[in-house]
């Protein structure tokens, strides 16, 4: 079984970092795509960015585009999401997710996902 555990989230001015973290276990880390997604109170929940299961492959939504960066660390089995320039419409609680199978590159969409972690909460203050 998969387990996801998000942390790294906490409170930050409008223009400032944080760094999540997402640590899997339970399965070949180095052989799955991850996906970030975030949910913010009334929202659905909306993709991130994506980074592939060789860690060559990253994309984002355009609403983080050139702010936030994914990246993996296949030894630790963990996956980060860099926010930086950040603003009070990234406030949301972030999770990271896991598809099925492996070998795929990430998709954008919720179904493209099968575990979740529980999520860690990012308040940015303006």
């Known amino acids: 079984q998969v387990q996801l555990v998000e942390s790294g989230g906490g409170l930050a001015q409008t223009g400032g970092s944080l760094r999540l973290s997402c640590a899997a276990s339970g399965r070949t880390f180095f052989q799955y795509s991850m996906g970030w997604f975030r949910q913010a109170p009334g929202n659905e929940r909306e993709f991130v960015g994506g980074i592939s299961w060789s860690g060559t492959s990253t994309y984002y939504a355009d609403s983080v585009k050139g702010r936030f960066t994914i990246s993996r660390d296949n030894g630790k089995s963990t996956v980060y999401l860099q926010m930086n320039s950040l603003k009070p419409e990234d406030t949301a609680v972030y999770y990271c997710?896991?598809?099925?199978?492996?070998?795929?590159?990430?998709?954008?969409?919720?179904?493209?996902?099968?575990?979740w972690g529980q999520g860690t909460q990012v308040t940015v203050s303006s």
């Open positions: 997710a896991a598809p099925n199978s492996a070998w795929v590159n990430p998709g954008k969409e919720i179904y493209d996902y099968e575990y």
